[in-house]
């Protein structure tokens, strides 16, 4: 009877604990207009990042905000660093991560799910202005391309056999490679043009950026498993394309929509 008894609890406790995992799902939370959390950098620009105000904001930031609204829900923004913030949704610190990601490798496709893309931009290689030795990809081999371990652009140094000198971010990375203790850094094409608009005088310039065709689109990503949530938020996302929601933040931090291939 007590053998009994033990099963019988142990049930329970596991039915129960089941039920509140699930209560507290992202697709609960969404349908019952609660509150999603949100992994980003908050420190690169323009995608999140803080105005002069102190206020954080950013392309990604404001269309994930826009994303909220339309499902009805409250978000909160939780910075960290890129490096540590795909383990981070995976380890369930946020639900959604909204910075830029594109799902490239198979270990991420594998792991997590993107939405409907809110942006779509490629690969750029930044030198300083007087090295002319770097035209393109296939003269970075054995140089030192200052980039985040885990980002997209680091693989792509990877498979081209550049030296990684690890940096935070975008703009660690161009002082790297300011101070000469890097030749190269490949990021987002979109952020760099930001930064060289705004810091014309920067000692640096442009040499390489990837084909129309291969540019990569970008979405909120989720762990695997919230399909209908993700369907919602992707449903949110047409419906901020189609209303001009999309173009209307891509003039604002671009000065062109970005929503559109």
Known sequence: MF?????LAISLFAFTTTQAIAADSLIDRINNKGTITVGTEGTYAPFTYHDADGKLTGYDVEVTRAVAEKLGVKVEFKE???DSMMAGLKAGRFDIVANQVALTTPERKATFDKSEPYSWSGAMM?????ENSIKGLNDIKGRKAAQSLTSNYGELAREKQANIVPVDGLAQSLLVVQQKRADLTLNDSLAILDYLKKNPNAGLKTVWESPADE?????????KGNDEALAKMSAAIVELQKDGTLKKLGEQ???KDISVK
């Open 253 to 255: 931090f671009f000065g």
């Open 126 to 130: 930044v030198v300083r202005a007087d």
């Open 215 to 223: 540019k990569l689109g970008s979405g909120l990503i989720v762990n």
């Open 80 to 82: 960290t660093v890129w």
């Open 3 to 7: 053998k009994k008894f033990v099963l």
